[in-house]
């Protein structure tokens, strides 16, 4: 197979053989003798091209960057930007979408949406997740964290404490994967005291948004994996190009899930969808690649038993492990090497919580965004199918 290089941003929409949009003109006007670029293929020449220049900058991300907050967010704006592009795709071209086999494509691809929001859901969870480990941190700061004062056998005994929480807790969403949904859920509906109703408002949201019991990430994407192929020639004439933005949306909409519930804790967790090398989608390198790259990272000995591949869910479990090791070590009077060392893990664990502070709630209004961007896109889709099926022939 020759090397490509996935890292310029200029690649043309025909970057690899014949592309989509030229078979179509191929095969329409193989007996002109001429032929200029119409409008609608200019649009669609250009939806693929802006999809592939983002998606080449999202793999470029270091080894640091990839995964990250920052980067998560990064890809959820890459989503959200496609996802209005290709409204607008359908707004300017309804007349076409309930056309067969239009109407066909873009209907699976809504039938796709419907899971989508399963996926936003399980992720908003999984940020929930994240605060409640969060709090276990906070709690060892507060008793490690002071610069001021000597350290106490109780505050000692605090943060051991809080450490084997986090541990436990970890555990258990391993274990399950979906106790703290559980541990949610039972707030508002078994305790009735002022208190335990006080505590559940803050969780109020979550239970809103969570997924059932018996709900499986890894089943989920599999389904919206599942029959997902490149439009066949017939089906790019047919629907005058049309075909190509809906196949690239409903790839884009699996690649973002899939990297979503990656990166996030979610219920039954699990990354073996089938990512294929299309080369008729000058996208599909960068998309390839960057499925390689997580792929990779999954495979890790440190990352295996991750309950996601967030770097910042990394930098936390890694933070807690050595400052765990260090308390274990603990004896009074401490020496001055063990000072050093525990305020070396304390600076370290408080670098992440900062970042966990700044970047979750951006990252969960993200989540909400992609969710009710899906839902928008779907419902004025079904509006143009069911208004162009009401006029008859």
């Known amino acids: 197979m020759p090397s490509t290089d996935n890292r310029g941003s200029s690649s043309s929409f025909s970057s690899f053989g014949r592309s989509i949009l030229s078979l179509r003109r191929e095969q329409v006007h193989s007996t002109e003798a001429s032929h ?8 669609l020449e250009a939806f693929q091209k802006r999809v592939t220049d983002q998606f080449n900058d999202l793999s470029l991300a270091s080894d640091d960057e990839l995964l990250s907050i920052a980067w998560i967010s990064k890809l959820l704006d890459v989503f959200i930007s496609c996802q209005e592009e290709f409204r607008v795709i359908l707004s300017n071209y309804k007349a076409a979408v ?55 056998e109780g505050q000692m005994r605090r943060a051991r404490k809080a450490l084997m929480d986090l541990a436990l807790a970890v555990l258990d969403d391993k274990d399950s994967g979906s106790v703290f949904s559980q541990r949610n859920r039972s707030f508002g509906r078994h305790n009735k005291s002022k208190d335990t109703q006080q505590h559940s408002a803050g969780h109020s949201r979550s239970l809103s948004w969570s997924v059932s019991h018996s709900w499986s990430a890894a089943k989920q994407l599999n389904s919206i994996a599942a029959n997902l192929v490149p439009p066949r020639g017939n089906e ?8 190509a933005p809906v196949f690239t949306m409903n790839y884009v909409l699996m690649f973002v899930l899939w990297a979503l519930v990656a990166a996030i804790p979610c219920q039954d967790r699990g990354l073996n969808i089938h990512f294929s090398l299309l080369r008729q989608f000058s996208w599909s390198t960068s998309v390839h690649l960057l499925h390689e790259r997580i792929m990779e990272e999954s495979k890790k000995r440190e990352r295996r038993n ?36 525990l305020q070396d893990g304390v600076d370290k664990l408080a670098l992440v919580c900062e970042a966990l502070k700044n970047g979750l709630n951006p990252l969960e209004r993200q989540v909400r965004e992609v969710f009710r961007k899906i839902i928008l896109c ?15 022939p």
């Not at 200029?36 to 649009?43: G, H, K, M, T, W």
């Not at 790019?236 to 075909?243: D, P, Q, R, W």
Request: glycine content about 4%.
């Open 378 to 392: 779907r419902t004025e889709g079904l509006e143009y199918l069911s208004k162009s099926n009401n006029l008859g």
């Open 236 to 243: 790019i004439v047919a629907t005058n190009g049309l075909a």
């Open 306 to 341: 991750s309950i996601g591949l967030l770097k910042e869910i990394y930098q936390l479990e890694k933070c807690a492990r050595q400052l765990t090791d260090l308390v274990d070590l603990v004896q009074f009077p401490l020496t001055e090497e063990l000072k050093l060392e």
């Open 36 to 43: 200029e670029s119409s409008p609608q293929d200019l649009d």
């Open 98 to 152: 309930s056309k067969p086999p239009l109407d066909r494509l873009i209907s699976e691809f809504f039938e796709r949406s419907v899971k989508a929001l399963d996926i936003c859901n399980a992720s908003r969870d999984g940020i929930e997740k994240i605060r409640l480990l969060q709090k276990y941190l906070d709690i060892v700061l507060s008793a490690l964290g002071s610069h001021e004062r000597a350290l106490s």
